[in-house]
Each structure stands twice: as structure tokens, then as C-alpha cells.
């Protein structure tokens, strides 16, 4: 993947204004978690577990997976992580894609399913 290591390091230095520009939170703070254990068949992890609070004290948690092309099982590992993450930290959660290429196969991709 061209794009892993540059959008990482976006992220990491820029994640709280993306999340403001392109998720419309408000963001007080934001960290990266640490990666829960590997207690399942499949040995996949999300890429960035996020735990934001906003203005207001509230917490959520953003699941932000990276992808330079469409997978179509991209939608359905967000939601594995999603309940895990649900599972451990009991916060509100929101699961996201940042596609970084454009591609027809990603639009409505979960009515299809």
C-alpha cells in the first residue's frame, strides 16, 4: 500500500482536525489506543481506534480504518473491531472508511449485503 505510511503519519499528527473536518466532531482531545489482544481466529486489527472527547466531556470512540483501494470486506472487519471495541470500552462508537481513491464498488455497499 503506497499511501500506509503517509496517511499514518497525517493522521497522527493531524487526526483531531481531520475528525473535525471530515466527521464533524468536536474535538477536545483525542488518543490512539493501544490494540486489543488477538483472541480471534482472525489476526486482524483495526488501524486506528481512537478515543475522542469533544467539547462537551462526552466520549466516543472512532474506529478509523485507512484503505488506498476499496476491499469488500472492509465494511464487515469495521464492524468485527467495532464490536470489540464496543465489548472492552462500553463508549459510543462510530466506525469510518478514509478512502483515499475513489472507487463505484464502496458506494451502498451495505445494501447490497
Known sequence: MRYDISSKILIEKCR???FRRLLGLSVAESSVLEQLPQETVSLKRSDYPVLVTD????QLLV????????E????LRLLEYR?????????????CVLLLRPSRQSHGFLQRL
Open 72 to 75: 469488500p470486506e472492509v465494511p
Open 83 to 95: 464490536c470489540r471495541y464496543l465489548l472492552k470500552y462500553g463508549v459510543d462508537t462510530l466506525s
Open 63 to 70: 474506529v478509523l480504518e485507512v484503505q488506498s483501494g476499496w
Open 16 to 18: 483531531e482536525e481531520i
Open 55 to 58: 467539547d462537551d466531556g462526552r
